[in-house]
Every structure is written in C-alpha cells, then in structure tokens.
C-alpha cells in the first residue's frame, strides 16, 4: 500500500514539471481574449526559450574604434540649423515596456519637448520656422487621403454618438420599465388594501349583527345580500360545505320546488305537523263580531281596515 | 528576393567654398532586384520605403538590387551617385525587413531588423506636413548612455536631418521626427507640429499639438561594422534573436501543446492499468 502511494507522489511531481515547462502551450485556447495577444505571448515565451538554451558568447566592443568613428561623422563646427537635433532633457524610463499607452504618451512627451525647444532655437538662428497661412505646397498626404481620413474621423465620431444615444435609449427603457413595475406594484397593493378593508367591514358587521340586528339597515350597501338575516341558517350549512351559494331566486324555487335532499315525503303531514296549530288561523271561516266584511281582513290585526271606497274616494 | 531600397545622402563640408561648413544635397534612390519576385514584396514593406522616400527629400531611390551576398557593389553605387549615406532595405521570407544604414564609402554600417511597422497611409494617422519641409529630430537622451547607440544617433542626425537649401525642401519646419530607446529597441515616429487651435483654427502660440503623420516603426540593432557594409564588427547585440528562430521556437511551443495531450493520455492509461483493483472474491455474492 505505501509503496503505491510513493509511486503516485512520485508522479505528480513529474507531472507539474512537466506543465511548468510547457505552461503556455498548454493553455486552453478560451484563456485567452483575443488571438493577437495568444500570439504575442507566445512569442514571449518563445524569447524566454530562446534566452535559456542560448549559451552568451564573450561579447568585447570596440569602444575605442567606437568613439573614434562618432568624433571623424560628427564635425562639431557644424552650426545647429544644419541638423536640427534636439537630444531630450530627461531619459525616457517606464515602469512597463508592454503598455503601448504608456510608451506612445513618453515618445509623444518627448516629441513635443523637442518642438518646443526647436521653435524657439530656429527663431533665433533667424530663419521661419511656421509656414504662412498664403504659402501652398504640395503635401506629404494628398487632399484625397486626407478627405478619407476626415471622413473616417467623422464616421468614428458618428458611430459613438450612435452607441451614446443607443446606450441612453436602453437606460430610458430600462428606467421606463422600472415605473411600469412600481405603478402595477402599486395598483396590486390598492387592491389587497380594499380587499382588507371589506374583510374588516364584513368581521365588523357579523359580529355586530349577533349583538344588534338594528345595525343591518346600515350595512345595505356593503357585502353581498345573501349574508343578510333572512337566509343566515342556508349561509351557514354552506359555509360548512365551503360552497358559493346560488342567487336568492334560485334559492326561493329551490325552497318551493325542493332541491337536494330527499323529495319524497316532504309533503307529508307528520306527527309534528299536524300537532302545529301556529299557521292555523283561528278566525278563518268564522264571520267576526262587529266586524264587517270576509273573514280574513280580521288575520291582520295589526293593520287599518280598509276604509270604503267612496271614503277613499274622497281621501284623494 | 531582397527588397532593396538605396538613399544617399551628399554632405561634403567644403571648407573653402564658404566660412561655414556647409551641406551639399543630391537625391538619388536605387531599387534593384529580381523582376519576378517584385509583386512577393510584402506591401507594407514598400509603403514604408515609399514614405520614407517622401519624407526625405535630399534621397535618391534606386532601382532592386539583384544580388544578396555581394553587398559591396552599394559602396561603388553610392560612389557612383556622389552619395555619403546609403539606407538599403533588404527583405527575407517576405516577411522579414532588415535596414542597413551605412555611411559609404568609409563606414560604420549598422544593421537594423525592422519591427512593427505602421505606414503613412494608414487612416488613424491623421497628421500631415509639407513635402519636403525640414524636420526637428528629437532623440532620447538614453541615446548618449552607450556608445553603440551614440553612434546609431550622431549616423541618424546625418540620415534623417534635411540639410538647408536642399532642392525640393522647403525652408519651414513642421515636423519633428522622434527617436526614442524603450525596451533596448530603437522607436520611430513622425509627428506633425500643430500650431492651430484644431477647432476655431486660429493660430494658439503658446499650446503646440503634435498629430502624428507616420510611418511609425521600430529598430532593433543587430550589428555594427566598422566598415560599409564590410569589416570587423564593432557590436553585437547579445539580446537579438532572428525571427526565424523565434518563429521555430514558438512552433515548437504550439506542438508541444499537442505532444502534451499525447503523453499525459499515455501516462494516464499506464497509471490506471498499474492500480487495477483486485478481483473481490465477495463480489458476486448477492448476485
């Protein structure tokens, strides 16, 4: 068992030498952005090889062989305008040779310190140094390269207010979205509050219908009709069933016709039934005392009797 | 196949034909080579030439030269043309462009492998100056660090400056031509001089702009002779790598990549066969 496991150690170790060596290659193709920088890195790492199997030759200069050739080229009584060499104050050093901006920025730098100084030493040597507005020459780049390079100017520059004007179009939308969202957020919420409040209204009016039921005028108009008074025994066997209950016409045949529920026998007398004497009306077929007119007009005591029609006649 | 483009430059100092020294100029170019493998020139590598030509009044462009081994026939050339300074182009593997810049007939020669190169007309180079206007060159004070590289500086004053009165020139300046050293490599730009508010166009004295005009590119010294295009040589760049042999190493590289998958699927398959478990006795039991 250990003696595999050593192998194995082994192994491994061999295997990262082995990657280390060949890191880059080795590198899936997806590590990298773009194909360019695939290419430059891998020249890099091809210096890098190069470098390590070079052996460095004893290189000797020449120095004195050197300096004597630059003294015989360069006459020193060669007045400067001949020339016009401006070598720079300061030396150029970056912090990284592989940031093109960096290196185009040090040159541009360089460049412009050399102009500058340059104008001011042709000035004073005595001859022009800017050309005047009227002199025209033949230039470097003709007109018709110049006029492609302004149209790819103004085309570069369309091209970004383009994106520009893309870009705050999606931010508007993106915003616009935003509100929609809120004001049907909103809409939800006023929803579920009125909800709340009929829930709370119709808690309300249960429980104050048990204490009262003096309110109920008052309630009318809140809530369905079907939780009044009249049908609260049907409401409440079908709150049991969970059921919807049907309209009150619906519920009035049913009550007539017979709905659910066993039919037969329903309009049989029972024993019950025959020993209730309450809808009996006593009065019925029996002509009153004092009174005039049918027998049922004495039913409803409560109520003034019909006055005579020459009376009613004349109340009009 | 080499590309060759010749610019010689006359700056006899006469002495006695005035008080101060003076420089002569004649323009003269020779381009020679062979005729077939004339369109194989890489395009860029001819714009360049072409550019630097425009650039340069005081040069002459010659035709190809047609051979490779015997360079000394450009001192004779240059001779020939009463020249003094030679820049010959000589293009390998159409891809590859070397510059030899040489002060015939005595020497030093310093040879140069071109890199990155960036033509005039390429349209993000948005300056442009008089044709034939003289330059300020602008040099890196890394230049007087070493003396290989003050000798690539005081050969390039020579080269690259227009000397007054040159036929074609115009007596403004409004260019400068920088050279700088970064990264022990010597880089080329051109830039145009702008004295014009880009906007109003009215003329701003104090704010100087540069726009750059081109060619850009970068020299990588290889050698220095101490003679033209012959004789002992002076340096060596120890940190120069031929593109070919970049260009091998970094194939090498990318196979490697493919030998790698090989081997480790090898050596996995050997790995595996080599901690095969046992057969369990137990195995079929429940079966």
């Known amino acids: 068992m250990s003696d595999s496991e050593d192998w194995s150690d082994y192994e491994i170790e061999q295997d990262d030498k082995e990657l280390n060596s060949h890191q880059l290659a080795a590198k899936s193709d997806s590590d990298y952005d773009s194909e360019e920088e695939r290419e430059a890195e891998l020249e890099l790492a091809a210096l890098k090889s190069i470098r390590e199997g070079k052996t460095i030759k004893e290189i000797t200069f020449e120095n004195d062989a050197i300096s004597a050739l630059i003294k015989e080229i360069n006459p020193e009584s060669l007045p400067w305008i001949e020339r016009c060499s401006i070598t720079s104050s300061t030396p150029i050093t970056l912090q990284d040779v592989t940031n093109d901006i960096e290196i185009e920025l040090a040159i541009y730098q360089q460049a412009l310190e050399a102009a500058q100084e340059g104008k001011k030493m042709v000035l004073k040597s005595n001859h022009s140094f800017t050309r005047p507005d009227d002199y025209f020459a033949e230039m470097v780049k003709t007109d018709e390269d110049m006029e492609k390079i302004r149209s790819r100017l103004l085309q570069e520059h369309k091209s970004i207010q ?40 119709k808690k309300k009016r249960k429980s104050s219908d048990n204490a009262d039921s003096f309110n109920d005028d008052f309630d009318v108009a809140i809530g369905e009709d079907y939780t009044g008074t009249a049908t609260s025994n049907n409401s409440k066997s079908n709150k049991k069933n969970g059921k919807p209950l049907p309209n009150p016409k619906r519920r009035a045949k049913n009550d007539r016709y017979g709905h659910g529920g066993s039919k037969r026998g329903v ?20 002509s009153g005392f004092g009174k005039r007119g049918k027998g049922p007009a004495s039913s409803k005591a409560g109520k003034k009797p019909r006055l005579g029609k020459s009376r009613r006649m004349s109340s009009k | 196949m080499a590309s060759i483009y010749k610019k010689f430059t006359n700056a006899d100092s006469s002495a006695d034909h005035q008080q101060t020294p003076k420089n002569k100029q004649r323009i003269f170019n020779i381009l020679l080579e062979f005729s077939i493998i004339y369109i194989y020139i890489y395009y860029r590598h001819r714009h360049l030439i072409k550019d630097l030509e425009i650039l340069l009044p005081q040069s002459k462009k010659d035709s190809k030269l ?135 166009g009215s003329d701003t004295n104090q ?28 340096f060596e760049n120890p940190e120069f790598n031929t593109p070919t042999a970049v260009k091998s190493a970094i194939k090498r590289l990318k196979s490697a990549k493919y030998n790698n998958r090989v081997t480790s699927d090898t050596r996995q398959k050997m790995k595996e066969m080599k901690h095969s478990l046992p057969q369990d006795p137990l195995d079929n039991v429940f079966k």
């Open chain 1, 162 to 201: 383009l994106s520009e004007e893309a870009k705050k179009q999606r931010e508007l939308k993106k915003f616009g979205k935003k509100v929609q969202n809120e004001k049907l957020r909103e809409r939800i919420d006023k929803k579920r509050q009125t909800l709340n409040n009929i829930e709370l209204l």
């Open chain 2, 207 to 234: 704010l100087t702009t540069l726009v750059e005009i081109g060619p850009r590119f970068v020299l990588n010294v290889i050698r220095i002779f101490e003679g033209s295009f012959n004789g002992r040589t002076l």
């Open chain 2, 66 to 200: 047609d051979t490779k081994k015997n360079l000394d026939v450009l001192n004779e050339l240059a001779e020939l043309n009463n020249c003094n300074n030679v820049l010959f182009f000589e293009a390998r593997r159409h891809e590859d462009l070397y510059l030899w810049a040489s002060r015939a007939p005595s020497g030093p020669s310093i040879k140069f492998h071109v890199l990155n190169i960036h033509t005039m007309s390429e349209l993000k180079l948005t300056g442009n100056c008089l044709k034939g206007s003289r330059p300020i060159l602008s040099f890196d004070s890394n230049f007087d660090s070493s003396l290989p590289y003050q000798l690539v500086k005081t050969l390039f004053e020579q080269i690259f400056s227009v000397p007054i009165g040159t036929r074609k020139s115009k007596p403004f300046f409004d260019h400068v031509m920088s050279f700088s050293i970064i990264d022990d490599k010597v880089w080329v730009r051109n830039y145009q001089i702008s004295e014009k508010d880009p906007e109003t």
């Open chain 1, 267 to 286: 309009k049989r007398n029972t024993q019950d039934s025959i020993s209730d004497v309450s809808g009996i009306n006593q009065n019925k077929g029996r």
